[in-house]
């Protein structure tokens, strides 16, 4: 589980997050949704350190993120895995050298086991046989997959995600959710997911946090969120006629 | 206004030399980058050598217009301002053109396309990983262009001066080795580890605080060149002030 206490954090003068606190619980999709701007991703980022939050901390099972030194944070890097908005895979290196960066950096298997388990990660997220190519030789989606293989190589404790459906096409994006959502089951992993794609807020959504104006405006499930009457978040969610008509008939 | 940058400089190359994860991983990214750095810029550094010794011959038998000077000093100017001044010093400034903006926009595009937040996420010392190699590497191969520049520089103003009859080729060999001294090899050899450390280190610095994207990468890239270059003369001064 993860626990975020307080956050805040500014941009000089542009205060974006004002106090945010939330739980992330084991085994399940929590998303983190909001318009643009509203401070998801920074959020995001104060969490797994990339932004040092002003205030406020992170617990990672009760050991506290904020608090730790670079080299006390090693240890808990080792168990997060992410997949970035643009993918971030290294384009020097083929899709089996991505995969198999972190294992070699940080485990003492043999090539022949780091092997293994690329080849698994890359079953689990159907690209068999796409060890050798490029990142610039695949499809949006394909990165995206690639991005997950790479984040679940070390066996994650918690994974993060920014943004999984943007570029992508509908029927592509619901792949990607499912497979967030497989293997968030699968392997009991703490998921924090941040998106504004409605379709993952209704299918994956266990545990949804809503952020408006850098702060937490609403907490739900994606079954309490049609029947709720906040406002911000209605405005958000049923945005358009099509998701009004929606909303209407359930 | 000078100090902003240059504590983000010193905090970053302190970060440069942390003890690396892997030392490995490491070795082979050293070697990778000592192929990129120094392979890579033979052909380059081989061209301007030759024209560098050439032009220097010409230049200087052009101004010696006193009989009562003998033509071996031809030779001797050569020698002592190719080793002392020019190739190290030109060479390193093509080198800041050719290498150091290849570094800067190498990171800079990792930096805007989330790469290196990738490696930060995964408890990888980013500025360890991505910079020390390339220091490393600069540092073991640019002394090395430096004494190819040198070799080719004095044969490219043998041949232009022989070549052209300003000096006879036994002229030119006693100017060469009359009153050599082994300490401006030294000095040359100084110049090229500081030129190297500068050219990686401040074009690193550049791409690695890069934020943006396309655009501020080439920002990152030419403003880790003119920095490179301002720095190299800077410290070739600072050297020949210290040294001779």
């Not at chain 1, 080299?71 to 997060?80: A, L």
């Not at chain 1, 089951?185 to 266990?206: C, L, P, R």
């Not at chain 2, 080198?95 to 595009?109: D, E, F, P």
């Not at chain 2, 490179?228 to 800077?234: D, V």
């Given at each position: 589980m993860i626990e975020i206490k307080d956050i805040h954090k500014t941009f000089g003068d542009n205060y974006v997050l004002k106090g945010i606190s939330s739980e992330f619980r084991e085994g399940m999709n929590n998303l983190i949704i909001g318009g643009s701007g509203s401070g998801k991703t920074t959020l995001l980022k104060c969490m797994v350190g990339l932004h040092e939050?002003?205030?406020?901390?992170?617990?990672?099972?009760?050991?506290?993120?904020?608090?730790?030194?670079?080299?006390?944070?090693?240890d808990i890097r080792k168990e997060i895995g992410m997949?970035?908005?643009?993918?971030?895979?290294?384009?020097?290196?083929?899709?089996?050298?991505?995969?198999?960066?972190?294992?070699?950096?940080?485990?003492?298997?043999?090539?022949?086991?780091?092997?293994?388990?690329?080849?698994?990660?890359?079953?689990?997220?159907?690209?068999?046989g796409k060890n050798k190519l490029f990142p610039a030789e695949l499809s949006g989606g394909m990165k995206k997959r690639v991005?997950?293989?790479?984040?679940?190589?070390?066996?994650?404790?918690?994974?993060?995600?920014?943004?999984?459906?943007?570029?992508?096409?509908?029927?592509?994006?619901?792949?990607?959710?499912?497979?967030?959502?497989?293997?968030?089951?699968?392997?009991?992993?703490?998921?924090?997911?941040?998106?504004?794609?409605?379709?993952?807020?209704?299918?994956?959504?266990?545990?949804?946090?809503?952020?408006?104006?850098?702060?937490?405006?609403?907490?739900?499930?994606?079954?309490?969120?049609?029947?709720?009457?906040?406002?911000?978040l209605n405005d958000f969610v049923f945005a358009s006629k099509f998701t009004q008509a929606a909303k209407e008939k359930l | 206004m000078i100090f902003y940058p240059l504590g983000?400089?010193?905090?970053?190359?302190?970060?440069?030399?942390?003890?690396?994860?892997?030392?490995?991983?490491?070795?082979r990214e050293i070697f990778r980058e000592m192929v990129s750095i120094g392979v890579g810029s033979v052909w380059i550094i081989s061209i301007i050598s030759v024209f560098l010794g050439m032009v220097t011959t010409v230049q200087t038998a052009y101004q010696l217009v006193s009989d009562l000077i003998p033509k071996s000093i031809i030779g001797s100017i050569v020698r002592d301002s190719t080793i002392l001044e020019l190739s190290p010093t030109i060479s390193a400034i093509?080198?800041?053109?050719?290498?150091?903006?290849?570094?800067?926009?190498?990171?800079?595009?990792?930096?805007?396309?989330?790469?290196?937040?990738?490696?930060?996420?995964?408890?990888i010392n980013s500025p360890g990983y991505l910079i020390l190699p390339k220091i490393v590497a600069a540092v073991i191969t640019i002394p090395m262009l430096v004494t190819l520049s040198i070799g080719l520089s004095i044969l490219g103003g043998y041949l232009s001066g022989t070549l052209s009859g300003a000096v006879t080729a036994n002229d030119f060999i006693m100017g060469l080795t009359e009153g050599f001294r082994g300490f401006t090899v030294t000095v040359s050899m100084v110049k090229a580890i500081i030129f190297a450390f500068i050219i990686t280190s401040v074009s690193a610095y550049q791409g690695f605080y890069t934020s943006g994207g396309a655009l501020e990468v080439g920002v990152s890239s030419t403003r880790g060149v003119v920095i490179s270059c301002i720095m190299i003369l800077f410290a070739d001064y600072m050297v020949a002030q210290l040294l001779l």
């Amino acid at each position: 589980m993860i626990e975020i206490k307080d956050i805040h954090k500014t941009f000089g003068d542009n205060y974006v997050l004002k106090g945010i606190s939330s739980e992330f619980r084991e085994g399940m999709n929590n998303l983190i949704i909001g318009g643009s701007g509203s401070g998801k991703t920074t959020l995001l980022k104060c969490m797994v350190g990339l932004h040092e939050p002003d205030g406020g901390s992170v617990i990672y099972d009760g050991r506290d993120f904020t608090k730790m030194t670079f080299e006390e944070r090693i240890d808990i890097r080792k168990e997060i895995g992410m997949l970035f908005q643009s993918s971030a895979l290294f384009d020097s290196m083929t899709v089996e050298e991505n995969i198999m960066f972190p294992l070699n950096m940080f485990t003492t298997q043999s090539r022949k086991e780091k092997l293994e388990r690329v080849n698994f990660c890359l079953q689990r997220v159907n690209l068999e046989g796409k060890n050798k190519l490029f990142p610039a030789e695949l499809s949006g989606g394909m990165k995206k997959r690639v991005g997950i293989a790479r984040a679940i190589s070390m066996q994650p404790k918690y994974l993060f995600v920014d943004e999984p459906n943007s570029g992508l096409d509908p029927k592509t994006s619901i792949v990607i959710d499912e497979l967030i959502n497989e293997i968030t089951e699968e392997y009991k992993i703490t998921t924090v997911v941040v998106t504004h794609d409605m379709n993952s807020v209704m299918g994956i959504g266990d545990n949804i946090i809503f952020l408006f104006d850098g702060r937490k405006e609403w907490e739900g499930s994606n079954k309490e969120i049609a029947k709720t009457d906040n406002k911000e978040l209605n405005d958000f969610v049923f945005a358009s006629k099509f998701t009004q008509a929606a909303k209407e008939k359930l | 206004m000078i100090f902003y940058p240059l504590g983000k400089y010193i905090l970053l190359l302190k970060a440069v030399f942390r003890r690396p994860e892997k030392w490995d991983i490491y070795r082979r990214e050293i070697f990778r980058e000592m192929v990129s750095i120094g392979v890579g810029s033979v052909w380059i550094i081989s061209i301007i050598s030759v024209f560098l010794g050439m032009v220097t011959t010409v230049q200087t038998a052009y101004q010696l217009v006193s009989d009562l000077i003998p033509k071996s000093i031809i030779g001797s100017i050569v020698r002592d301002s190719t080793i002392l001044e020019l190739s190290p010093t030109i060479s390193a400034i093509v080198l800041a053109g050719k290498v150091g903006s290849s570094v800067a926009s190498q990171i800079g595009t990792m930096r805007v396309t989330e790469q290196i937040d990738a490696l930060e996420i995964m408890g990888i010392n980013s500025p360890g990983y991505l910079i020390l190699p390339k220091i490393v590497a600069a540092v073991i191969t640019i002394p090395m262009l430096v004494t190819l520049s040198i070799g080719l520089s004095i044969l490219g103003g043998y041949l232009s001066g022989t070549l052209s009859g300003a000096v006879t080729a036994n002229d030119f060999i006693m100017g060469l080795t009359e009153g050599f001294r082994g300490f401006t090899v030294t000095v040359s050899m100084v110049k090229a580890i500081i030129f190297a450390f500068i050219i990686t280190s401040v074009s690193a610095y550049q791409g690695f605080y890069t934020s943006g994207g396309a655009l501020e990468v080439g920002v990152s890239s030419t403003r880790g060149v003119v920095i490179s270059c301002i720095m190299i003369l800077f410290a070739d001064y600072m050297v020949a002030q210290l040294l001779l």
